[in-house]
């Protein structure tokens, strides 16, 4: 079944500025989402770690499950779910 535009809006809505928290062992790490393309499979992020905010985007990816996810790290050795994400009010 092809997904309509509103449907696709709807779940970009959905993860809209959501975050994680990922803790590297140094210093923690916060993620709010920016935007997602899911016509380009891709996930742009703010990142927030030692008082710095950058931002960049990554392919999106999916598990075995069909859960999509993004790998972040010097090696890409995290795999960030987003069901993971959640929202902030």
């Given amino acids: ?3 309509t535009s ?3 809006e709807n779940e970009v809505r959905k ?3 959501a975050e994680f928290s990922l803790d590297d062992g140094e210093y923690k790490i916060t993620f709010n989402i920016v ?3 899911f016509v380009c499979e ?3 992020v703010a990142i ?3 008082g ?3 931002q960049d985007t990554f392919l999106l990816l999916r598990d075995k499950e069909g859960k999509l996810y993004f ?3 010097l090696f890409y050795e995290n795999k960030i779910k987003l069901d993971d994400f959640e929202e902030v009010l």
């Fill in 35 to 37: 935007d997602i393309s």
């Fill in 1 to 3: 079944m092809k997904e």
């Fill in 42 to 44: 891709t996930i742009t």
């Fill in 52 to 54: 710095k905010i950058t």
């Fill in 6 to 8: 509103a449907n696709v």
């Fill in 15 to 17: 993860y809209f500025l």
């Fill in 71 to 73: 790998e972040f790290g």
């Fill in 48 to 50: 927030s770690r030692c």
